[in-house]
C-alpha cells in the first residue's frame, strides 16, 4: 500500500500535474493540501476518471484538504475534535486495505509567519490541540498514519542553513519540541526509518533559484503510529514534479507499506 502527500499550492492551478502524477504513480491515497478552493469547485469528476475517490474539507482561496483514495474513504471527520477553528486544515478517514485498515489524518499545519505574532501563537495552540485530541485518536485507531505540510523542519539536517534560520519560523525551538510531542505519543517519522541522501527536502521558495540551488526544507511529513512501523517499506520523497512548469513549491512525500 501507498499513501503520499502533496501540498499543491491551488488545485485549480496543479490539476493537470496532480493527475499526471498520479497516472505515473498510482498510490493507493493521495492527500493534498492548499486546495485553495471551495467545496463546490473540487474537481471530483475529473479525479474519478483518474480512479480516485475524494473526501475533501475546502476553503475559498485560503488552505483546504482533501484526501484521494482508490476506495472510497469512511468515517471521514474535519478539523481537530474539540478545537473551534475557521480554517480548514485537517481531515481524516479510514480507508480500508483487503486485509487491514488504516486511519489517514491530514493536515495543513498552521504556518505560524514569525515568532512573536498573533498567527504563531494560533499555531502554538492548533498544535497543542492536535496534540490532544491524536492521543485519544490513537487509542481507537492503533493503525494511524499521520501526514502533511507540518510548516515545521524538526532537525537541523531538514533545513539548508539550520544556523542562519535558527529560532526563525519553522525552526524555533518551541516548533521542534511540539514535533517531538507529536513522536512522544508513540508515532514515528518514517522518512527517519532509513537511510536518506543528504540535504533532502520538500519545499523550495520560489525566488533566488531555491529549487536549483537546493535551499529548501523539510516540511512535509508522514508519521506513522508504532502497530504501523514493522509494515513500512520505504518513505520518499519525489522531486520531479518540482520541475514541472509552474510547480507547487513542495514535492510529494510517498510511504509504502507492505
Not at 179 to 204: C, H, I, N, T
Request: glycine content about 6%.
Amino acid at each position: 500500500m501507498k499513501i503520499a502527500t502533496w501540498n499543491v499550492n491551488s488545485l485549480t492551478a496543479r490539476l493537470q500535474h496532480v493527475l499526471d502524477w498520479l497516472a505515473a504513480n498510482p498510490v493507493d491515497v493521495l492527500c493534498l493540501q492548499e486546495l485553495k478552493l471551495s467545496d463546490d469547485k473540487f474537481p471530483l469528476m475529473e479525479l474519478k476518471a483518474a480512479g480516485y475517490e475524494a473526501a475533501v474539507f475546502g476553503q475559498k482561496t485560503y488552505n483546504g484538504v482533501a484526501i484521494l483514495s482508490r476506495v472510497p474513504a469512511r468515517d471521514v471527520m474535519r478539523n481537530i475534535g474539540g478545537f473551534t477553528d475557521e480554517h480548514s486544515r485537517v481531515i481524516s478517514a479510514t480507508v480500508d486495505t483487503p486485509t487491514e485498515s488504516v486511519r489517514v489524518v491530514n493536515g495543513y499545519f498552521v504556518n505560524g509567519q514569525a515568532p512573536g505574532t498573533d498567527k504563531f501563537a494560533y499555531k502554538m495552540r492548533w498544535l497543542d490541540a492536535l496534540r490532544d485530541w491524536l492521543r485519544t485518536e490513537l487509542t481507537t485507531h492503533s493503525r494511524l498514519v499521520l501526514l502533511g505540510d507540518f510548516n515545521i523542519a524538526p532537525e537541523d539536517r531538514d533545513s539548508f542553513d539550520p544556523e542562519g534560520l535558527r529560532e526563525t519560523i519553522h525552526h524555533t525551538t518551541e516548533e521542534r519540541q511540539h514535533f517531538k510531542a507529536l513522536l512522544d505519543l508513540g508515532l514515528v517519522d518514517s522518512f527517519r526509518l532509513f537511510e536518506q541522501p543528504e540535504k533532502s527536502y520538500s519545499w523550495w521558495d520560489y525566488r533566488m533559484l531555491g529549487y536549483q540551488k537546493n535551499r529548501g526544507l523539510r516540511i512535509d511529513h508522514i508519521l506513522v503510529s508504532q502497530a504501523l512501523v514493522p509494515e513500512v517499506k520505504g518513505c520518499v520523497i519525489d522531486r520531479v514534479p518540482r520541475k514541472w512548469a509552474k510547480p507547487s513549491d513542495h514535492a510529494p512525500v510517498i510511504l509504502e507499506l507492505g
